[in-house]
């Protein structure tokens, strides 16, 4: 019956030493996948900063987005490779630069399906770096443009080795023989102590059950078993809620339960030595006094007299040895109770000792041990390392020793309630150190209570976050403030317009918005280069600082772009107007002075729109748009000016607004058309004619070209339109090579310099050819001038690709606008087109005549054939004649005509 009852008492306090230590082993599992989420978050959160504010005009250019990367502060400390992928995932960019990755497809690669398919951020599953030979995964970032269309994908490579996101936690023990390990996706095993298991499946499905419940997300806790390598202990799982991956902690049984189960061993000894004595008492008295007991009971049976008998008084001696020897029994009884009693108390301790060394305490983040009245017991060698206290300076103080003064009673107050109520507390904390100083620390207190419920101890976990804090304000500052210039960017800005707005409702006082564009910004970078334009940038940035009040706000939004808002402006609207204008003038001032670029002088110009406001009539994006399409009127009226809004703009940019939604509704019923203007030789007959896009509007009727055309390639409307005047005019081409009378016609097709700039512009010209079946021979592309201002060679390889299917080539408009005569030299042209300008005073301009005979000079030098455009009188036909221009095209030829009616025309001309 004793042994009975140790049994189950130690039955019973292992099963309590047992919830203990899962508690304890959870609070470690929970604060160790926090930690990794952490980290794994603050990487996202540097590439998601990063993509934001990504200069989406150097995306093809790889030397720009090299130098981007190169100059990141975030290489090598958070993120050890980066890529650039195009939106269809094709790696354009990595840095640092490894030979042959470059223009391999990454389509299929889980992270780019990730970014692809949902447009969002998508970590890649753990996979062996070819390079490394380590575990890496990848973290892929959508780059968007203002309207959120996919641009592009960075990546960012995470050695989960070198970036000490694992390597510290790999040796990390769990006691002295539990362990760590972290398993992603496909059970593959990320992190493990014995590296040969890497990245390879931890088990076979079915072999552990507990795992297989904990990676299908049914089961995330403490529980003791036995795992498929036949190891018996406490296994906790907890998953990381940023990348899905299972953290597993293992504390062996034979560790956990050492100290109750050899202190079962040695009670259950003694009581079993204790029985033993008893039996053997009782075995010794029954053999003693048997026989005395039935010579008593005999003679009481045979006695007639009330005589004692002789033996009676002996017969008590033997009564009170017996009673003295069960005494002694039960004296023996309570002995052993007590040492039972004894036992249970040192279980307790071992108990209290196993749930404190449960908390890892040589773990590498500070830790210390504290009674329940707050004095330190007992500190680790990171807590030294971080306090700068040893352990004799510690041991014996108050927690009080580490106070900072930074958190006032409240704080604490709400500390120890936290501790009373829910047994634990974490938080950031502001400590100091031994050497006086301040730095914020993450801080976990978990409260011991023994098996009566009663607080025994109380044991702290520290992390110096120092690193964090920074990185933390490091994303804070990428998020609000312009990197190159460190002015607030569009999102701060219009955090404070905001405000301002609130602020000038309350005081009834005006405020002003400055629009502020650099003038002619991009030639600046197309011809000193991209650095140059940085530096402008940065001196523009401290000129505009010192043009304001120190309560006003000046932010860059982008580009060349630099936003006021002017605060406190007079209760009058023509004094805060002018009190703007001061300060408008002011800053065309300090903007004009020139600057130096590196030892390169230059001189630029800003142009600036102005609006005003006084209350909230105007949300923030409306005050935006004003002052944006101010700016434009300062563009209009020359540059180096300012303007200030007028109502008026709004009604023509609505006007705007509603002709580019009729223009897309346009194009999807088809109300555009093809019109065809004759072109003639010098006999008057019709070699081709050239395809013209006119619009029928539904209410408007027929919309000018000059006005829908700017529109379309403002918008990108140009694109679809201009594919669809293409095929329409090849479907005419055939139409006419049917024909006798019209097989030997030629069309000429104007491209937009948008619609030509295009990667895939060639592939489309020859489907729409193979689609339609028309003769290439009998196609002209008509080029405009300022084509020729951007990338020259890939006009010449794009022109050169088309004119070996035999596609033809004019230069429009020439002499309007800069050619080169080095690139006219290379260009595979096959005419020139005299622009009407200089044909319409041919007869009383002698400059416009010099021009038109220089142009026909330079043909017939470079070979090609030349056509004047806006012929309208025989006498200009007979003037191009005598100078050499025998192919012309006007009204006296012929307006631009519907098909039928160009057709009707072609018989008389011909006859």
């Not at 082993?25 to 996948?33: F, K």
Request: glycine share 6%.
């Amino acid at each position: 019956m004793l042994l009975a009852q140790a049994l189950l008492l130690f039955s019973a306090a292992r099963d309590e030493l047992r919830q203990s230590l899962s508690r304890q082993l959870e609070v470690l599992v929970s604060r160790v996948a926090t930690e990794l989420d952490d980290k794994v978050l603050m990487r996202v959160a540097i590439l998601e900063a990063m993509a934001s504010k990504f200069p989406l005009g150097t995306l093809k250019n790889s030397k720009e987005v090299e130098r981007y990367f190169r100059d990141s502060p975030n290489l090598s400390t958070m993120i050890d490779d980066f890529y650039l992928f195009s939106a269809e995932g094709v790696l354009l960019v990595d840095w640092p630069i490894m030979t042959g990755r470059r223009g391999l497809d990454m389509t299929e690669r889980d992270y780019i399906q990730g970014v692809i398919q949902k447009g969002q951020t998508t970590i890649s599953k753990p996979i062996l770096g070819k390079a490394t030979k380590q575990p890496i995964v990848v973290i892929a970032v959508p780059i968007l443009n203002g309207e959120g269309k996919l641009m592009g994908i960075l990546g960012g490579v995470v050695n989960l080795h070198k970036s000490r996101l694992l390597e510290p936690l790999s040796t990390t023990r769990v006691g002295q023989a539990g362990y760590f390990y972290l398993v992603g996706p496909e059970r593959l095993t990320i992190m493990h102590p014995d590296a040969t298991r890497v990245l390879k499946p931890i088990t076979v499905p079915n072999a552990n059950p507990v795992l297989d419940r904990a990676l299908d997300g049914s089961f995330e806790g403490t529980e003791e078993g036995i795992n498929s390598s036949g190891l018996q202990g406490l296994f906790s799982f907890k998953r990381l809620a940023q990348t899905g991956w299972v953290l597993a902690a293992v504390l062996p049984s034979s560790e956990a339960f050492v100290a109750v189960e050899k202190l079962a061993l040695r009670v259950t000894l003694l009581t079993a030595i204790s029985l033993i004595l008893a039996i053997s008492v009782i075995l010794f008295i029954v053999r003693r006094y048997t026989r005395p007991l039935e010579t008593l009971t005999n003679f009481l049976k045979s006695t007639q007299t009330l005589a004692p008998p002789p033996v009676l008084i002996h017969s008590c001696k033997e009564t009170d040895r017996l009673s003295d020897a069960f005494s002694q029994f039960l004296e023996q009884q309570k002995i052993t109770q007590e040492k039972l009693l004894v036992a249970s108390q040192r279980a307790e301790a071992a108990n209290a000792d196993l749930r404190i060394a449960a908390i890892a305490f040589e773990s590498q983040e500070g830790m210390f041990i504290t009674n329940a009245e707050n004095v330190i017991l007992r500190v680790n060698q990171a807590f030294i390392e971080i306090t700068g206290y040893s352990s004799e300076e510690a041991v014996g103080q108050t927690a009080d020793l580490l106070r900072s003064g930074r958190h006032d009673a409240q704080f604490y107050a709400a500390m120890h309630e936290s501790l009373q109520r829910a047994r634990s507390w974490q938080g950031e904390i502001w400590n100091r150190r031994k050497n006086g100083d301040i730095h914020p620390e993450w801080l976990t207190i978990t409260a011991v209570i023994d098996g009566e419920g009663a607080l025994t101890h109380y044991v702290s976990t520290l992390t110096d976050i120092s690193q964090r804090k920074a990185a933390e304000e490091e994303i804070q500052h990428l998020a609000f403030y312009d990197p190159l210039t460190l002015l607030p960017n569009r999102r701060l800005l219009l955090d404070r317009l905001q405000q301002a707005l609130a602020s000038s409702a309350r005081s009834e006082r005006t405020g002003a918005l400055l629009f502020i564009d650099l003038d002619n910004f991009k030639m600046l970078n197309d011809t000193l280069g991209h650095d140059k334009g940085d530096l402008l940038l940065q001196q523009v940035a401290h000129r505009l600082a010192s043009c304001v009040r120190e309560g006003d706000s000046i932010a860059r939004l982008g580009g060349d772009e630099f936003v006021l808002v002017l605060e406190d402006l007079s209760e009058s609207a023509n004094e805060a107007a002018t009190q703007a204008k001061t300060v408008g003038e002011k800053i065309l001032t300090a903007l004009n002075v020139p600057y130096s670029l590196a030892g390169h002088p230059y001189h630029n110009t800003p142009s600036i729109g102005i609006t005003l406001f006084a209350d909230h009539l105007n949300s923030v994006d409306e005050l935006m748009k004003h002052a944006d399409l101010a700016m434009y009127e300062a563009k209009k009226a020359g540059r180096n000016t300012l303007r200030f809004f007028d109502p008026k703009m709004q009604a023509t940019i609505t006007s705007r607004a509603t002709l580019e939604k009729d223009l897309r509704d346009g194009l999807q019923q088809r109300q555009f058309m093809l019109y065809y203007q004759p072109q003639v030789d010098r006999t008057g007959g019709i070699t081709g004619t050239e395809a013209l896009v006119r619009w029928q509007h539904p209410q408007l009727g027929v919309v000018s070209p000059g006005v829908f055309i700017p529109l379309a390639e403002e918008t990108g409307l140009i694109l679809p339109l201009g594919f669809w005047v293409l095929e329409t005019a090849c479907d005419q081409l055939v139409t006419w090579a049917l024909r006798p009378d019209t097989a030997h016609l030629c069309v000429a097709v104007n491209v937009s310099a948008v619609q030509f700039r295009q990667a895939d512009f060639v592939a489309q010209v020859m489907a729409i050819l193979k689609r339609s079946g028309a003769n290439p021979q009998k196609l002209k592309l008509e080029l405009t001038e300022s084509l020729l201002l951007d990338n020259v060679e890939d006009i010449i390889d794009k022109m050169t690709a088309l004119k070996t299917w035999g596609i033809g080539f004019s230069l429009d408009d020439f002499g309007t606008g800069y050619s080169s005569l080095a690139y006219l030299k290379r260009l595979p042209l096959d005419q020139l087109k005299i622009d009407q300008t200089f044909v319409r005073d041919l007869l009383s301009d002698p400059n416009d005549a010099a021009i038109a005979r220089t142009i026909v000079a330079l043909a017939q030098s470079l070979g090609l054939s030349v056509i004047a455009e806006g012929v309208e009188t025989e006498a200009q036909r007979d003037c191009l004649a005598a100078e050499g221009c025998h192919a012309y095209q006007g009204y006296l030829f012929g307006r631009p005509l519907p098909v039928a009616d160009f057709e009707r025309l072609l018989h008389p001309v011909q006859s």
